[in-house]
């Protein structure tokens, strides 16, 4: 089942403008990850965030979580076409088992 | 980094056969496999997990006798979908565990039942 929603469902932007992506879920986590799949194809890890902390960067990427709101925000800055693709974010337990959330479909207009 | 292939990327078959998907760890040991179902433009739902020498654990409403799972190494676990039918058509996506949680996914399989 899935964790929880995504939103939005769907975001087109211009290429150099920041994407923001937010992510809700429903039980209490051990972390949580953000996954990028481009259409047809398998899932790549982009970045895991601990329910300890509260900020991560990578790249051009920054992950924010607020486990007392139980949300997480995915922010890709001077975004490019080849951001192009559908966004996930998973919710981890002490084990390796992720469930995912609904996703949102990132276009990035050159 | 971590590879895992997933084979056959598509396959077509006729209403009744069963239909083999592999997934194979290249350059790690995965003590733990998981197998997903996606629909278009929908998000992954977890079917079961594979651990390796052990039966897999199915998800609330996946029916273990019409999806075998069998995972013999640390580095293949096989998905059959036995006695196929249309309503079976998807994308069916591997993954692997490895160190801190992260999960490395196969490239996926579409299947489509005729």
């Known amino acids: 089942s899935q964790q929880g929603e995504e939103d939005p469902q769907a975001l087109s932007i211009q290429e150099g403008e920041n994407a923001t992506m937010n992510c809700s879920y429903k039980t209490s986590i051990n972390n949580l990850q953000w996954y990028r799949q481009n259409s047809g194809r398998g899932l790549v890890h982009l970045i895991l965030?601990?329910?300890?902390?509260r900020e991560k960067h990578s790249g051009r990427l920054r992950v924010t979580l607020d486990t007392s709101k139980k949300s997480s925000s995915l922010l890709i800055t001077a975004s490019r076409a080849a951001d192009t693709a559908s966004y996930f974010c998973?919710?981890?337990?002490?084990?390796?088992?992720?469930?995912f959330g609904s996703g949102t479909r990132l276009l990035v207009r050159p | 980094g971590a590879v895992v292939s997933q084979h056959p990327s598509w396959v077509i078959c006729k209403s009744g056969t069963s239909v083999k998907i592999e997934c194979r760890s290249l350059d790690f040991q995965a003590t733990t496999m998981f197998w997903y179902r996606q629909f278009p433009k929908q998000s992954l739902m977890l079917m079961a997990t594979s651990n390796e020498g052990s039966k897999a654990t199915y998800e609330q409403g996946v029916e273990k006798d019409k999806f075998l799972i069998n995972h013999a190494s640390l580095t293949l676990s096989t998905l059959t979908v036995t006695s196929a039918h249309p309503e079976d058509s998807s994308f069916y996506i591997c993954s692997g565990g490895r160190a801190r949680n992260i999960q490395y996914f196969g490239a996926g399989t579409r299947l489509s039942v005729l």
């Open positions: 998973a919710t981890g337990d002490s084990s390796y088992k992720l469930i």
């Open positions: 965030i601990r329910s300890n902390e």
